[in-house]
């Protein structure tokens, strides 16, 4: 893994702070950042004014991974419940999805929607490095039981992201740390991450891939053909960011990106030099 394309922690500024261990970071149509907290939260957030809003606790939650529809309302991986649950906008928490194939989800990790509306899920299984049991599941638009992809047992399936024409791409984090994207021709490898634990991953506008590294505290760029990884950020004392988790791109012309923090307080934001692309979010019936 190349580190020529570096920035300089110094670029890297507190977007918020207040909240409780963030896993994961998403983009809403309104243009405000959401959160999660290891204590059940749910966060709504202004990144123009750093104004940090709870908007849900659900006791015995462990808040993961997370996404929007158009109408605004939260889809979460709850690791408290193993379930996907669904914060509508009049504030009810709902279970959108506890199964895939019959049997019950055992740590549902990130979700991202395609564009038919289905909500694609990283279903991680235990946090064994030496056990291949993850998985991904594919939930349908209006939740309930999911289909789970027919991939090989993952080591640990962790974030993962749906490109314009509905590819699928998704990490794993441990014993053989990757990038991979699923077409119908099957599983293709795009980077080798040996030596990190690969947690969060965004795409850009000209079809790569900015990957946030659980440990070390690392954020990489893959480019579109894949290959290696560039070292775009190295906290290597873990004062801005330790254990970025997740990121996502937010702002004017997606140009900026958000990074959660899993052993901090904050969102930080970063201007890497090259833009995100539009999410998915579908409509509601």
């Known amino acids: 893994m190349r580190g020529d394309a570096m920035l300089s922690m110094k670029d890297v500024r507190t977007l918020a702070a207040g909240l409780d261990h963030p896993e994961g970071v998403a983009l809403g149509t309104d243009g405000l950042l959401y959160a999660g907290g290891e204590a059940g939260q749910l966060y709504r957030v202004d990144p123009g004014r750093g104004d940090v809003e709870q908007i849900a606790e659900s006791k015995g939650s462990y808040m993961l991974g997370l996404c929007l529809d158009a109408a605004g309302a939260v889809y979460v991986c709850?690791?408290?419940?193993?379930?996907?649950?669904?914060?509508?906008?009049?504030?009810?928490?709902?279970?959108?999805?506890?199964?895939?194939?019959?049997?019950?989800?055992?740590?549902?990790?990130?979700?991202?929607?395609?564009?038919?509306?289905?909500?694609?899920?990283?279903?991680?299984?235990?946090?064994?490095?030496?056990?291949?049991?993850?998985?991904?599941?594919?939930?349908?638009?209006?939740?309930?039981?999911?289909?789970?992809?027919?991939?090989?047992?993952?080591?640990?399936?962790?974030?993962?992201?749906?490109?314009g024409d509905g590819t699928l791409v998704f990490l794993e984090s441990f014993k053989h740390p990757r990038l991979s994207e699923v077409r119908d021709s099957g599983l293709r490898v795009l980077a080798d991450l040996a030596g990190t634990v690969p947690d969060g991953v965004a795409l850009t506008a000209e079809g790569g891939y900015v990957v946030s590294c659980y440990y070390p505290f690392h954020i990489y760029y893959v480019p579109p053909e894949g290959g290696a990884a560039e070292l775009l950020l190295d906290d290597a004392t873990g004062t801005q960011f330790p254990m970025p988790t997740n990121v996502c791109f937010f702002g004017d012309g997606l140009a900026t990106l958000a990074v959660a923090s899993l052993g901090g307080y904050a969102l930080s934001a970063v201007d890497i030099a090259r833009a995100g692309i539009a999410l998915h979010y579908p409509g509601t019936d």
């Open 78 to 163: 709850d690791a408290g419940t193993a379930a996907v649950r669904r914060l509508d906008p009049a504030g009810r928490l709902e279970t959108w999805c506890d199964s895939a194939g019959g049997e019950r989800l055992v740590c549902p990790n990130w979700p991202a929607f395609a564009p038919d509306g289905s909500l694609y899920v990283s279903d991680s299984g235990p946090e064994d490095p030496d056990v291949a049991a993850g998985r991904i599941v594919k939930v349908p638009p209006g939740g309930g039981d999911a289909e789970v992809l027919e991939l090989p047992p993952l080591h640990f399936a962790n974030g993962l992201a749906v490109a």
